[in-house]
């Protein structure tokens, strides 16, 4: 290279150089946003203590408390039945649904009567007979009693030589005649007992026709027993039915069983308050060795609703009744049922339809603590760590433990106290002691009382 490129070559790196220097000296440094510094807002609510209503949910399906399988005891043919008697009808107590021909029963009921009424003239005439019998009975013993005299006195004279042995002996005859006579009669009185009693039998035997020919008379009709609502019917008027044969299924509307799944956790939650509360009474155990759940805790304070999934409008007031021994060890959840009382009032189907048989449902029971606890939003606890607005409004991670939590709502054991400012928002970052611009929102604080309160559905 040459001494001029080399001189070229140094001029235009020094020109570079100079152009990168002035660049940098005349660059604008950049414009500061005015609300980079600003505290960032945050809506809180003021930590209380609340009354909570612990609940426990779960699906099942609906069964009539009581239902009736109409079973014939008597073979027949059906010579009536009700118009009504027919899937989904109602029909109230005392109606009559069903009738088989009674002929074949009544004409064993009258062939009963007319045995007993044959066999009590019997009775009647062995009475008047054993009456007679005792009268000739007394006749013959004074006719022995005489003849005895004779007798002894024919005995006598005979002995003396004024009568002869013949005359004696005829005499002895009579008496022994007479004396057969009377023990005759007394076989016959001793005969009447065992004549009675197999009389007795007879009758009893009788009577027992009579009783069976009764009630399977009373077995051909049929009557509602409560206010029912038709299963299945499947039986016409003319139709031979033969006894153990299903003629219909009614259930009573009386009352329903919702038959309900319930996670045991939840279960064991909501029992816990009400053990808990100071109107329960201690279990007691009993001679057996067990305890009884009714008598162990007062489930009059739960409270249980009833709804159909298929309309979510539908609510029925309900009450936990008993939990069934079985639990399936899947699902870890048990069956418990509550019943309804008159799951068919207020009923307007489409809109409001009826608690009926095979309804799948969805069920709370529920119980309030016993003492109010600290209960604020699950989404307000960030890993177990709440965002409080402290003194000077900056921020304060405090860590707080759980104690369970309830849909969208957290019960707190410890790390809050009444009156502490918690942060609804999940600010990122969050750091400690950051400056806020807290607002307090009334609006969250109203459905956190709803929510605690269980009125949230």
């Not at 408390?65 to 059906?78: D, K, L, T």
């Not at 009258?110 to 007394?138: F, K, P, V, Y």
């Not at 009352?255 to 799944?261: F, L, S």
């Amino acid at each position: 290279m040459t001494r001029k490129n080399r001189l070229v070559l140094l001029l235009t790196l020094v020109a570079g150089i100079a152009f990168v220097l002035l660049m940098v000296a005349l660059k604008q440094p950049p414009e500061r946003e005015a609300g980079q510094t600003a505290a960032p807002p945050a809506r809180f609510i003021e930590v209380t203590s609340l009354t909570v209503r612990t609940e426990a949910r779960g699906f099942g399906q609906v069964l009539p408390s009581r239902s009736w399988e109409a079973v014939a005891n008597v073979g027949g043919r059906i010579v009536w039945r009700h118009p009504d008697l027919e899937s989904g009808n109602l029909i109230p107590k005392g109606t009559r649904l069903l009738q088989i021909d009674p002929t074949r029963y009544e004409l064993a009921e009258a062939s009963a009567n007319a045995d007993i009424a044959g066999l009590e003239a019997e009775l009647r005439r062995l009475d008047q007979e054993a009456q007679n019998t005792r009268a000739l009975l007394e006749l013959e013993e004074r006719r022995l009693t005489l003849a005895q005299r004779e007798l002894e006195r024919a005995q006598t004279l005979a002995d003396r030589g004024s009568l002869s042995e013949t005359r004696r002996d005829e005499q002895q005859r009579a008496t022994l005649q007479q004396e057969q006579a009377v023990q005759s009669l007394k076989n016959q009185l001793n005969l009447i007992p065992a004549r009675r009693e197999a009389l007795d039998a007879r009758l009893a035997r009788s009577q027992s026709a009579l009783a069976g020919a009764r009630e399977d008379l009373a077995d051909t009709h049929f009557e509602a027993p409560w206010d029912l609502r038709v299963h299945q019917s499947e039986i016409e008027t003319g139709q031979q039915v033969s006894p153990r044969q299903t003629l219909f299924v009614a259930d009573d509307i009386a009352a329903a069983e919702a038959t309900i799944q319930l996670q045991v956790s939840e279960l064991r939650k909501v029992l816990a308050q009400i053990s808990a509360n100071p109107d329960s009474t201690n279990s007691v155990e009993n001679p057996q060795g067990f305890t009884d759940l009714h008598e162990q805790l007062p489930l009059e304070l739960l409270t249980a609703w009833v709804e159909a999934t298929s309309a979510p409008d539908s609510r029925w007031p309900g009450k936990l009744t008993r939990i069934t021994s079985s639990l399936d060890p899947a699902t870890r959840t048990v069956q418990a049922v509550v019943t309804v009382e008159e799951p068919y009032r207020r009923a307007n189907p489409p809109a409001r339809p009826p608690l009926v048989r095979n309804m799948f449902v969805q069920a709370s029971i529920s119980a309030p603590t016993p003492d109010p606890v600290i209960a604020i939003p699950a989404s307000a606890v960030h890993q177990g760590t709440t965002y409080l607005v402290d003194a000077d409004d900056r921020l304060k991670r405090q860590p707080v433990t759980v104690a369970w939590q309830q849909g969208e709502l957290a019960v707190i054991d410890s790390g809050l106290q009444a009156g502490d400012r918690v942060i609804l928002d999940d600010l990122v970052p969050a750091i400690e002691g950051m400056p806020l611009s807290p607002r307090r929102d009334d609006e969250a604080m109203n459905k956190l009382r709803t929510m605690t309160a269980g009125e949230s559905r």
